[in-house]
């Protein structure tokens, strides 16, 4: 018994567009009959099952939860970039896979299928860290930037009276970054870490005369001091 009519490709008679086809049968596979050539076959649909997939959001200190719908068999790795809707008002907004969650492990990618859960991160707008030292003093800010935005080594910066030069980049993978006008976007960095221009003159100064410039009064906070030409150390000062 003819069930209904749909259109599909025939092998035999029209192997490029799609002509009417009789369904004989639904289950379990479906078998059709094109009604120009008589040719039976069997018919696999395109349509691709859908899977949901749990999704946490961070955005600085805070995370939100949402869902999205993919198809089965897509695979999904850690650094896919996709649009989510997110937060109280279900805003859609770039996010970044920052990890996997697959059975009871985490894992670089998978079927989507089989995934639980995906962390990601907001990268429309990132909090940029960055360690700026002066003499052998060294301080954090934080910068609130578009994920787009690329940073360079070498570039200057500035931070109130402040002016600093980019020196080094730790992206989020643990490489770093050191060569004059290498560059990143903001939603990959870990850190950067920066040279006050007046640093940068005092170390020109002594490399070319061997005399150190007078610095300014040590007032307190986290000391770098050198330990060899290469190797740095953190510390603290102590009181007197």
Same mark, same amino acid.
């Given at each position: 018994?003819?069930?209904?009519?749909?259109?599909?490709?025939?092998?035999?008679?029209?192997?490029?567009?799609?002509?009417?086809?009789?369904?004989?049968?639904?289950?379990?596979?479906?078998?059709?009959?094109?009604?120009?050539?008589?040719?039976?076959?069997?018919?696999?649909?395109?349509?691709?099952?859908?899977?949901?997939?749990?999704?946490?959001?961070?955005?600085?200190?805070?995370?939100?939860?949402?869902?999205?719908?993919?198809?089965?068999?897509?695979?999904?790795?850690?650094?896919?970039?996709?649009?989510? =809707?997110?937060?109280?008002? /279900?805003?859609?907004? @770039?996010?970044?896979?920052?990890?996997?969650? #697959? $059975?009871?492990? %985490?894992?670089?990618?998978?079927?989507?299928?089989?995934?639980?859960?995906?962390?990601?991160?907001?990268?429309?707008?990132?909090?940029?860290?960055?360690?700026?030292?002066?003499?052998?003093?060294?301080?954090?800010? =934080?910068?609130?930037?578009? /994920?787009?935005?690329? @940073?360079?080594?070498?570039?200057?910066?500035? #931070? $109130?009276?402040? %002016?600093?030069?980019?020196?080094?980049?730790?992206?989020?993978?643990?490489?770093?970054?050191?060569?004059?006008?290498?560059?990143?976007?903001?939603?990959?960095?870990?850190?950067?870490?920066?040279?006050?221009?007046?640093?940068?003159?005092?170390?020109?100064?002594?490399?070319?005369?061997?005399?150190?410039?007078?610095?300014?009064?040590?007032?307190?906070?986290?000391?770098?001091?050198?330990?060899?030409?290469?190797?740095?150390?953190?510390?603290?000062?102590?009181?007197?």
């Amino acid at each position: 018994m003819v069930h209904e009519i749909i259109q599909a490709q025939c092998p035999n008679c029209s192997p490029h567009e799609p002509v009417p086809h009789d369904i004989l049968k639904e289950k379990p596979d479906i078998l059709i009959k094109c009604t120009l050539c008589d040719t039976i076959r069997p018919y696999y649909s395109d349509k691709k099952k859908k899977t949901n997939i749990r999704v946490v959001v961070s955005a600085g200190d805070s995370s939100t939860k949402s869902t999205i719908v993919q198809e089965s068999d897509e695979i999904i790795s850690v650094d896919d970039e996709f649009i989510v =809707e997110s937060g109280p008002e /279900g805003d859609a907004s @770039f996010v970044l896979v920052t990890s996997i969650e #697959s $059975g009871d492990k %985490r894992v670089e990618s998978a079927r989507a299928d089989e995934i639980n859960t995906l962390w990601t991160r907001h990268t429309d707008t990132v909090t940029t860290k960055i360690s700026i030292t002066r003499g052998w003093q060294t301080e954090s800010i =934080e910068m609130e930037v578009p /994920g787009e935005r690329e @940073f360079t080594i070498g570039e200057l910066l500035s #931070s $109130g009276p402040d %002016r600093f030069v980019i020196k080094k980049i730790k992206v989020r993978d643990g490489k770093f970054l050191k060569r004059n006008r290498e560059s990143v976007m903001a939603k990959y960095i870990k850190r950067i870490f920066a040279d006050t221009t007046e640093r940068m003159e005092w170390l020109r100064d002594y490399k070319n005369t061997g005399k150190k410039r007078q610095s300014k009064p040590y007032s307190g906070g986290p000391v770098i001091k050198p330990r060899g030409p290469s190797t740095w150390t953190l510390k603290r000062k102590e009181g007197n």
